[in-house]
């Protein structure tokens, strides 16, 4: 491997590690409806999208000053799970990148509330430093569902492959399945202003795996199976639901 200064040899077994080339990011975005400058999070979110669409975002919802509809036990559980070791409290609004660390005032939440003046260069900076550069993967994530209709079930079957040694060396790792569903209208207090017609996006309505996920089914050394079953909420909206697996 060469680099500004010098060269250093690798031991790398070509092949055996393979790199998947089509990466996704995962951002999970910490939002309430009551939350003054949430909406500014959201804002910066979108324009990263813009910038590079294979954004995958999970807005979990909080209460705030008030009970926010779209909370959920697995919510408080997430919160609980990103902000660990982190004394000062939770930051409306925030967000985790990839679940990268940041040390210990941010943990891997850092503050996104940026004035809209600041946005397409907070945004950029974001994409430039976090997204281009994340971290390398080496297994695909692939996701077939299935919706039961008559019965209101909703089969998730999340599948991959990697290296030849991909199963020995993600071992510690896990598979959590996010529910996500848009475009949903509900109040917001908007800088201050309460908006009645507020469209939320990215809403994290079911966690189908343990908070910290679950073990990967290894079906050989190098591909993996999961398959879930769950119930399908009839108000949510089937059109405009999908998944995230990471």
Aim: charge should be negative; aromatic fraction near 12%; proline fraction near 2%.
């Amino acid at each position: 491997v060469t680099f500004e200064g010098g060269t250093v040899e690798v031991d790398a077994l070509v092949g055996r590690y393979v790199l998947i080339d089509d990466e996704k990011y995962l951002v999970e975005e910490i939002t309430s409806n009551t939350c003054v400058y949430c909406p500014y999070g959201t804002m910066i979110l979108d324009k990263m999208k813009e910038l590079n669409k294979d954004l995958a975002i999970a807005c979990i919802h909080g209460n705030l000053s008030g009970r926010d509809p779209f909370n959920s036990e697995e919510c408080e559980q997430l919160f609980r799970y990103l902000y660990k070791g982190i004394d000062e409290g939770i930051a409306f609004p925030s967000g985790a990148f990839n679940r990268m660390y940041y040390g210990k005032e941010d943990g891997i939440t850092p503050g996104i509330g940026y004035d809209p003046q600041y946005q397409d260069e907070i945004a950029e900076v974001l994409v430039d430093n976090l997204v281009n550069f994340s971290d390398p993967v080496f297994a695909s994530v692939d996701i077939e569902t299935v919706l039961d209709s008559v019965n209101n079930k909703l089969k998730i079957n999340v599948t991959g492959k990697g290296g030849e040694v991909a199963k020995d060396y993600l071992k510690k790792h896990s598979l959590t399945v996010y529910i996500i569903e848009e475009g949903l209208k509900y109040r917001q207090n908007n800088l201050g202003v309460q908006d009645d017609n507020y469209i939320h996006k990215h809403v994290l309505r079911d966690v189908v795996t343990a908070i910290n996920g679950d073990d990967i089914n290894w079906t050989s050394s190098s591909e993996y199976s999961n398959t879930f079953t769950v119930d399908f909420n009839e108000k949510w909206n089937k059109d405009n639901v999908y998944v995230i697996a990471f």
